[in-house]
């Protein structure tokens, strides 16, 4: 992990204990002796995250908050307190602390809140690059939210597509946002003058499908689900002539429908030279605070309605979710949040340990998944003994074999 912890304490001992701690977790301690020793750490840059006592001589663990929050408020800062200062903790959460730490607090503990802390941080960093990108960036960095190293590959790919000017195919499961990549493509590679034209493959007639073709010349033509087109419509497609570019997406296997005799061959052939695939959520776990504070700014600038905070335990709850409807869903999920219907942030906060739980159960899940119920690779991964590995999957009730395709 190697995140850097901005640790200020005037005790000696206390600071090599917390950074001895933190260190043996992988994270990169900083110790300082006062905040003037740590002032210049503090940055709207910094990526890690800030750990401070609250009694100190000269400037204490209050004025170190407000400092903090007046250089960047996304910058987490966790109190530490003794027994006696545990209700001016309290407060100063209201005030803008991430959190509190009692001492001696058990290195668990620490650790927990730590990357808790961090992963708020994460998600902060990664909106505020996503938003500089969409300021200075061309159609696929407006258009295409996402902080991930596989969003970042995606829009890589979009673009080199977009690039080569031929015939492409999108594949992605449902809702994962097939015709806002094809969009980018024509954009990217025809411009917003051109004819973008949209048709869903189910239904789509004969005469439909020379409709389309001719509203689409000199620009874009995309149809979504492709497989679902008639055997007769695929044909006058497969072999069009016409000025245009299609381009077709598919939540299907389309080489598995060529080989089952349901997908005309030529146009698959025609198509697939030039793909994008998208990853779902699930594969992507760091796009979702991302996408969701994405999708929030939207609906509350088309509907008018002031943005609402977006606290860490909904996060966690975002990311605890597998989205099987994947972007859209999530879309639908900000919606409701901006309107003030949704049940993410309803009831109780979650407490650290159910919110760690969730987080911890969805990355054992996501490496599973990847690399196919092989624990092994799972726990070299994860970075985890294998024992430790085969304790956490008792805990949450999870089973390699239920992974493995083989």
């Known amino acids: 992990m190697n995140t850097p912890v901005l640790i200020i304490d005037d005790d000696a001992d206390v600071r090599d204990a917390l950074g001895q701690t933190l260190a043996l977790r992988d994270f990169a301690p900083i110790a300082c002796s006062s905040f003037v020793a740590a002032k210049d750490h503090i940055a709207r840059g910094f990526a890690g995250i800030i750990v401070t006592d609250i009694r100190m001589p000269g400037r204490d663990g209050y004025h170190v908050l407000d400092y903090t929050r007046s250089i960047d408020p996304d910058l987490p800062v966790i109190l530490l307190t003794g027994e006696a200062d545990v209700p001016k903790a309290v407060q100063a959460i209201q005030l803008g602390a991430f959190g509190f730490l009692e001492k001696p607090c058990a290195a668990d503990v620490l650790c927990a809140e730590v990357t808790r802390a961090v992963a708020h941080r994460t998600a902060a960093l990664n ?13 696929a960095a407006r258009m295409l939210a996402g902080a991930s190293a596989q969003s970042m590959a995606m829009r890589h790919q979009v673009r080199r597509v977009a690039a ?12 994962v946002g097939t015709s806002r990549v094809a969009e980018v ?4 590679a025809a411009g917003s003058d051109a004819p973008f034209v949209k048709r869903v493959s189910g239904g789509l007639s004969e005469s439909d499908a020379y409709k389309a073709i001719e509203a689409a010349k000199g620009g874009s033509l995309f149809l979504d689900e492709v497989w679902a087109l008639s055997h007769s419509t695929q044909a006058i497609f497969a072999e069009t002539m016409a000025p245009m570019r299609l381009i077709v997406a598919s939540s299907r296997d389309l080489q598995a429908e060529v080989a089952g005799g349901h997908f005309n061959s030529e146009l698959f052939y025609r198509t697939e ?3 994008v695939h998208i990853p779902p959520l699930r594969e992507r776990k760091d796009d979702i605070p991302v996408l969701f504070q994405h999708y929030l700014d939207q609906a509350c600038e088309q509907g008018g309605l002031a943005r609402p905070d977006v606290p860490p335990h909904v996060i966690a709850r975002l990311m605890a979710d597998d989205w099987a409807g994947n972007a859209r869903a999530l879309q639908s999920a900000a919606m409701r949040y901006a309107l003030g219907v949704s049940d993410l942030a309803a009831g109780d906060v979650m407490g650290l340990s159910d919110q760690m739980a969730q987080v911890e159960r969805s990355l054992l899940d996501q490496a599973l998944r990847r690399h196919a119920g092989r624990a092994v690779h799972v726990a070299e991964t994860l970075k985890l003994p294998r024992k430790t590995l085969y304790d956490k999957l008792a805990k949450h009730g999870l089973r390699p074999e239920d992974y493995r395709t083989d």
Not at 185 to 188: A, S, T
């Open 185 to 188: 493509i024509h954009l990217l």
């Open 127 to 139: 909106l505020r690059a996503h938003r500089a990108a969409l300021e200075a960036g061309d159609a």
């Open 164 to 175: 080569t000017k031929g015939d492409a195919l999108i594949t992605g499961e449902l809702g």
């Open 273 to 275: 030279l030039l793909s």
